[in-house]
C-alpha cells in the first residue's frame, strides 16, 4: 500500500513555510506515491531562472520530434547579449561567437547563462511556443514570461531598448530611477508575475518529466544529468543532502530593492538511496530575510523530506 505523508512532514513544511518572513511557497510531491505536501502551493511566484528549465524541455523535444539537433551550430552575436548573469558574453567578439544547441543548453541550466538560453528560447520560437508546450504535456500553472530582456527590464518599470544588449544601459537607466518608482514597478510585478508559477505547478511539471511523459527516455536522461550538474545554488535546497541522495536542480533569483529581495527559488528532483523520487520546489516571491536565512530555509525542506523516508 503507498505510504501518505507523515503528520511530521506536513507540520514540517507548514512550520517552515509560515517561519520566514515574506512570501513563500512550498510543494514537496512524492512522484512514486503521488501524495503532495504544500504551503500556499497554489499561488503564482515569480520563476525567474528556473522558466530556463521549460526551455529546455522544449529544445529536448524539438530534438526528441526531429526539428533541432544538439549539434547544430549557432552563432550568436552581440545583439544577443541579454543582462545580469551571461558568462559566454566574454567570448562573443565583432564577428559573433559559433557554438552548438548543446552547449548553449548546457550553459543555460548548468550556469544560468541568460544569453544561452535567450538564443535558444528565440530559436525554438518564443515565449509562445514555450506556453503551447507547457499547455500541451498538462503543465498547469506555469506560464513562461516574455523572455530575459523584456522581463529584467519590465520588473522595474522600463521597457527594453535594443542598445542595452550586454546589459551595462539598462543598468544605467535602472539607476536612474527613484526608489519609489523602482517600488512601484515591483510591487506591480509580484502582483501578477510575468513569469509566474505555483509550487505545486512546478513539482507537476518536475514530476511528469521524471515519469518520461514530457520526453523521450535518452532526452530525459540527458537533462536530468544537466540539471544534476548544476553549479548554482549549492547552498540551497543542495544543503540538506545527505550522503545517497541526489538534487537534479534549477534555481532561480530576481532583482534586488535594498534590503528587499524577489523571486529567489530552487526547484528539483531529489532522489533518495533506494531511488524514490520526490520533486520539491522552494519560492520566495518577496522577502527583507538575508540570503542565508533564505538558504536555510531551502537546505531544511530537502532535511525534511529526508527525515520523513527514514522512517
Known amino acids: 500500500m ?60 524539438a530534438v526528441d520530434r526531429g526539428t533541432m539537433s544538439l549539434s547544430d551550430r549557432v552563432t550568436v552575436r552581440r545583439s544577443d547579449l541579454t543582462l545580469f548573469h551571461q558568462p559566454i558574453r566574454a567570448l562573443v567578439g565583432k564577428e559573433g561567437y559559433t557554438t552548438t544547441v548543446g552547449a548553449l543548453l548546457r550553459g543555460a541550466m548548468t550556469r544560468s547563462d541568460n544569453t544561452c538560453n535567450d538564443v535558444l528560447l528565440w530559436r525554438i520560437g518564443g515565449p509562445a511556443a514555450i506556453n503551447r508546450m507547457l499547455a500541451g504535456k498538462g503543465i498547469v500553472g506555469v506560464r513562461f514570461g516574455p523572455g530575459e530582456r523584456k522581463l529584467q527590464a519590465r520588473t522595474v518599470g522600463l521597457e527594453w531598448r535594443s542598445e542595452w544588449a550586454g546589459g551595462w544601459g539598462f543598468l544605467q537607466a535602472r539607476a536612474a530611477m527613484t526608489y519609489e518608482a523602482r517600488a512601484k514597478a515591483l510591487r506591480r510585478y509580484l502582483a501578477a508575475p510575468m513569469d509566474g508559477a505555483s509550487a505545486n505547478g512546478i513539482t507537476l511539471g518536475l514530476t511528469l518529466l521524471a515519469q518520461g511523459k514530457l520526453l523521450t527516455p535518452r532526452s530525459t536522461a540527458s537533462l536530468l544529468t544537466l540539471m544534476r550538474s548544476s553549479k548554482t545554488g549549492p547552498l540551497r535546497l543542495k544543503s540538506g543532502l545527505r550522503p545517497g541522495w541526489t538534487l537534479a536542480h534549477k534555481t532561480g533569483t530576481g532583482q534586488d530593492l535594498g534590503s528587499w529581495s524577489t523571486g529567489y527559488n530552487d526547484v528539483g528532483l531529489l532522489v533518495a538511496p533506494d531511488g524514490h523520487r520526490y520533486a520539491v520546489a522552494v519560492m520566495i516571491a518577496s522577502t527583507h530575510q538575508p540570503i542565508p536565512a533564505r538558504m536555510r530555509l531551502m537546505g531544511n525542506v530537502t532535511r525534511a523530506i529526508v527525515a520523513y523516508a527514514a522512517r
Do not use: H, T
Open 2 to 61: 503507498p505510504r501518505q505523508p507523515s503528520a511530521d512532514l506536513v507540520n514540517a513544511v507548514q512550520a517552515l513555510g509560515s517561519g520566514l518572513k515574506g512570501d513563500v511557497g512550498i510543494s514537496v510531491r512524492d512522484i512514486d506515491d503521488g501524495w503532495v505536501v504544500a504551503w500556499q502551493g497554489d499561488r503564482a511566484r515569480p520563476q525567474q531562472s528556473v522558466s530556463k528549465l521549460w526551455v529546455a524541455v522544449a529544445v529536448m523535444d
